[in-house]
């Protein structure tokens, strides 16, 4: 039986250092890859330089290391290409796709999020606007391996979306898309929180004519507050000496097995076990799971 080629990746930002919601999340995207043999890449998503914590960068590499969560080839930073997202906006904006906008957030209070269109056919200079893409008045969906079924009018719920910001920095749904396909990734397992930006990147992969990949969104770990676990809300970065219990306890969160005697296991013997029982099925089919619960 030949190997899938699976191509998989876990792409932090370093606003903060990894917690134990990140690692829920990069244990999935680790033994989802490992389990078939597959690659799993690591993508530093530092495209909003006025948010990085100073140090965050090497924490998380740290902390990747201390849990035996090793990956393949060479990291990559998206804050090097630069150059690849302008030439994709400046096509974008070439084929009429995208244009220039001047919306103050005060313009756009009241409308939920979903952009009014207010710029659309003004013909602004580019110069000290955001670039926003156009969407269709079509709906876009796909079956999330975990979550199911899920879909989006982008016209009705979204509205033309930004893809670089007045200050110039490059979007999230942007340099994602882009990234996706020039790694060559096959298979995305992150949090539910980006569930709903999967149907606006399934329209740039459109356009790209960039080949969709695979989704699996794993439940955002949650604390009493309702506030999922993050680093605006001050989560505790991962401990290095707790390798094997904080392991163990994301197994726990994904409902997947657990070995006998494996709070002795090393972290990279107990990655190894794991691998070989992973079994995405067994994933709690929640958007949310309260931290309370797995301790």
Known sequence: MNTPAYIGRF???PSGYLHFGSLVAALA?????RAVGGRWLLRMEDLDPPREVPGAQAAILKSLENYGLHWDGELVRQSE?????AALVDELLQRR?????????K???GYQGIYPGFCREAGHAQDNAAIRLRVPESRYGFVDRVQGQYSQHLGREVGDFVIRRRDGLYAYQLAVVLDDGWQGVTDVVRGADLLDSTPRQLYLQELLGLTQPRYLHVPLIIQPDGHKLGKSYRSPPLPADQATPMLLRALRA???????G????????LLRWASQHWDASRIPRTRTLAEAQLR
């Open 254 to 260: 994904l409902g997947q097995p657990l070995p006998d």
């Open 97 to 105: 796709l995208a244009y220039a906008c001047t919306c103050s957030r």
């Open 11 to 13: 792409a932090p930002t």
């Open 262 to 269: 494996g709070e002795q296991a090393r972290a990279e013997e």
């Open 81 to 85: 290409r630069h150059d690849a997202y």
């Open 29 to 33: 995207s680790y033994l989802d890859a």
């Open 107 to 109: 313009q756009l209070e």
